[in-house]
């Protein structure tokens, strides 16, 4: 299979590995259980692959579209957190389902979101230029977002060592990383054929992260689901307006289609399996459940994606 086949085909990819997980989890929760310790390993790994494909040293290039970046900004930092603060009031009564609904829905996705902004006819490209950008502005709005949001007696749930540090290892230290490869990429032959190897690894990555995330996690979801039940609206919320917010504010800056369905596209995509480690890094007796909301966040995304790709270039026409 050549590397283009293996893109084309791997949104098929994607769900044969979330029915094994979903199967294996809750055929064999205890063995399942134990994939939890590759969760963060592997996420890195693919943050790493991910980051190589993105033109990092020409993010200047990427910023040039002022009228895209402002509409993606104003859409996931200004209006979405507006509506995620709306639709989490209910959530206040359950300290763990209310962290973990704001974490998953506060951060933009910047990894699969490109693959369903390329399907959904959406300026993919413009999307990945961007990631940077979205990634260093959730990592300095998250902690201001949660403050806000949580119920003062809550404020004591988060602490900001276990945040650093999932930060660090999973974003910063595979950024910088794949920074410094696509630098020494221009001057080594060597390191050039370690950089296109890698153009192989995101999408075998992203079904190697879906299969310990969910496999992991689906019996704890599964046994869970009657806690649960109250974030599920929340949810459903979310997948129905996004996706008119980011076309509000691409409608706002005048974009044309294909960067109107890529806002859309963004505003509509949370960072689910970055943000997990971080639910999983909260105190013992909130962080299963948390981690539980944050992946059923995960699972009713991935079918809304599949809903997104036919509704948003319907929606946001040429």
Not at 44 to 49: D, E, H, P
Not at 79 to 103: D, E, F, I, N, S
């Given at each position: 299979m050549s590397r283009d086949s293996l893109e084309r085909h791997q949104i098929p990819l994607y769900v044969v590995a979330v029915l094994l997980a979903v199967v294996g989890g809750l055929l064999m929760p205890a063995s399942a259980q134990r994939l939890e310790a590759w969760v963060?390993?592997?996420?890195?790994?693919?943050?790493?692959?991910?980051?190589?494909?993105?033109?990092l040293l020409e993010l200047r290039q990427g910023l040039r579209d002022r009228r895209f970046i402002g509409a993606l900004l104003l859409a996931n930092f200004v209006l979405l957190p507006c509506m995620v603060w709306v639709?989490?009031?209910?959530?206040?009564?359950?300290?763990?389902?209310?962290?973990?609904?704001?974490?998953v829905l506060l951060a933009p996705c910047i990894d699969y979101v490109v693959v369903f902004t390329?399907?959904?006819?959406?300026?993919?490209?413009?999307?990945?230029?961007?990631?940077?950008?979205l990634l260093l502005i959730q990592l300095a709005m998250l902690p201001f977002y949660l403050t806000v949001?949580?119920?003062?007696?809550?404020?004591?749930?988060?602490?900001?060592?276990?945040?650093?540090?999932?930060?660090?290892?999973?974003?910063?230290?595979?950024?910088?990383?794949?920074?410094l490869t696509c630098a020494l990429a221009r001057r080594s032959r060597t390191v050039g054929r370690w950089h296109a190897a890698w153009a192989w690894l995101p999408v075998p990555a992203m079904a190697a992260v879906l299969i310990v995330v969910i496999g992991s996690q689906v019996a704890t979801v599964a046994a869970d689901i009657d806690r649960l039940l109250p974030v599920i609206p929340v949810y459903v919320g979310f997948l129905l307006l996004a996706p008119l917010t980011g076309a509000l504010a691409a409608r706002l800056f005048r974009l044309p289609g294909a960067t109107s369905r890529a806002v859309t596209f963004?505003?509509?995509?949370?960072?689910?399996?970055?943000?997990?480690?971080?639910?999983?890094?909260?105190?013992?007796?909130?962080?299963?459940l948390a981690a539980a909301a944050v992946m059923m966040q995960t699972l009713i995304e991935l079918l809304g994606e599949l809903i997104y790709i036919r509704a948003i270039p319907a929606l946001l026409r040429d």
């Amino acid at each position: 299979m050549s590397r283009d086949s293996l893109e084309r085909h791997q949104i098929p990819l994607y769900v044969v590995a979330v029915l094994l997980a979903v199967v294996g989890g809750l055929l064999m929760p205890a063995s399942a259980q134990r994939l939890e310790a590759w969760v963060t390993p592997l996420i890195a790994v693919l943050m790493y692959a991910m980051f190589l494909q993105i033109p990092l040293l020409e993010l200047r290039q990427g910023l040039r579209d002022r009228r895209f970046i402002g509409a993606l900004l104003l859409a996931n930092f200004v209006l979405l957190p507006c509506m995620v603060w709306v639709l989490t009031r209910g959530l206040v009564p359950h300290p763990a389902l209310l962290v973990g609904a704001l974490l998953v829905l506060l951060a933009p996705c910047i990894d699969y979101v490109v693959v369903f902004t390329h399907l959904g006819k959406g300026d993919a490209r413009a999307v990945l230029a961007a990631t940077p950008l979205l990634l260093l502005i959730q990592l300095a709005m998250l902690p201001f977002y949660l403050t806000v949001m949580l119920p003062e007696h809550s404020g004591s749930l988060i602490t900001l060592g276990p945040f650093l540090q999932a930060f660090a290892g999973l974003i910063v230290a595979p950024l910088l990383l794949a920074g410094l490869t696509c630098a020494l990429a221009r001057r080594s032959r060597t390191v050039g054929r370690w950089h296109a190897a890698w153009a192989w690894l995101p999408v075998p990555a992203m079904a190697a992260v879906l299969i310990v995330v969910i496999g992991s996690q689906v019996a704890t979801v599964a046994a869970d689901i009657d806690r649960l039940l109250p974030v599920i609206p929340v949810y459903v919320g979310f997948l129905l307006l996004a996706p008119l917010t980011g076309a509000l504010a691409a409608r706002l800056f005048r974009l044309p289609g294909a960067t109107s369905r890529a806002v859309t596209f963004s505003a509509s995509t949370r960072n689910s399996l970055v943000v997990l480690p971080l639910a999983l890094a909260l105190p013992e007796d909130i962080r299963v459940l948390a981690a539980a909301a944050v992946m059923m966040q995960t699972l009713i995304e991935l079918l809304g994606e599949l809903i997104y790709i036919r509704a948003i270039p319907a929606l946001l026409r040429d």
